[in-house]
T-cell receptor
């Protein structure tokens, strides 16, 4: 069974803080990885893809560790608007269908 | 900016009744999907649809479920005889392409289905 595990949190941080989330996946054949953001009772929205070499998009940095089978998301200089649930998503080599984690809740407070 | 739309936003039905959830994907997209999310749980894939046929489906997508693209714009999910455990948020999504390293799926706002 394919598992994608995340710490549900919540991570409660002040504005301006740096926060990091990890996500572990069980299938060593997993090929592609993504972070999505989901606001309360809203649809998931793609935040960023995760590349083997790591990638950065503004205040967000994603890393992949294939040996330990986890991906991470680092958010620098947190904003109030970053408050949301962050979903880890994994695709395997044999299918285009994504497997979602349950998400990590982030609350950024003033 | 083009977006995926879904109707209704909330559907309440009695156990055993049939429901049809409707979606209008982005107009130049070719791949269509349904997902569900039970309250407090993870998003789960149900089915993908391309070229007027199902391309993949999950274990959840049993004989009670069906999908259809009745015209050039709508994409529907039918649940034939609803059960209490079908209560969830149902998201439609669409993408122009489908790939392992791309994930350009755009999700609709969802339909909250409540089965009483």
């Amino acid at each position: 069974r394919k598992e994608v595990e995340q710490d549900p949190g919540p991570f409660n941080v002040p504005e301006g803080a740096t926060v990091a989330f990890n996500c572990t996946y069980s299938n060593s054949a997993s090929q592609s990885f993504f972070w999505y953001r989901q606001d309360c009772r809203k649809e998931p929205k793609l935040l960023m893809s995760v590349y083997s070499s790591g990638n950065e998009d503004g205040r967000f940095t994603a890393q992949l560790n294939r040996a330990s089978q986890y991906i991470s998301l680092l958010i620098r200089d947190s904003k109030l608007s970053d408050s949301a649930t962050y979903l880890c998503v994994v695709k395997d080599g044999g299918s285009y269908i994504p497997t979602f984690g349950r998400g990590t809740s982030l609350i950024v407070h003033p | 900016e083009p977006e995926v739309t879904q109707t209704p936003s909330h559907q309440v039905t009695q156990m055993g009744q049939e429901v049809i959830l409707r979606c209008v994907p982005i107009s130049n997209h070719l791949y269509f999907y349904w997902y569900r999310q039970i309250l407090g749980q993870k998003v789960e894939f149900l089915v993908s649809f391309y070229n007027n046929e199902i391309s993949e489906k999950s274990e959840i997508f049993d004989d009670q479920f069906s999908v259809e693209r009745p015209d050039g714009s709508n994409f529907t999910l039918k649940i034939r005889s609803t059960k209490l455990e079908d209560s969830a948020m149902y998201f439609c999504a669409s993408s122009r392409e489908q790939g392992l390293y791309t994930d350009t799926q755009y999700f609709g706002p969802g339909t909250r289905l409540t089965v009483l």
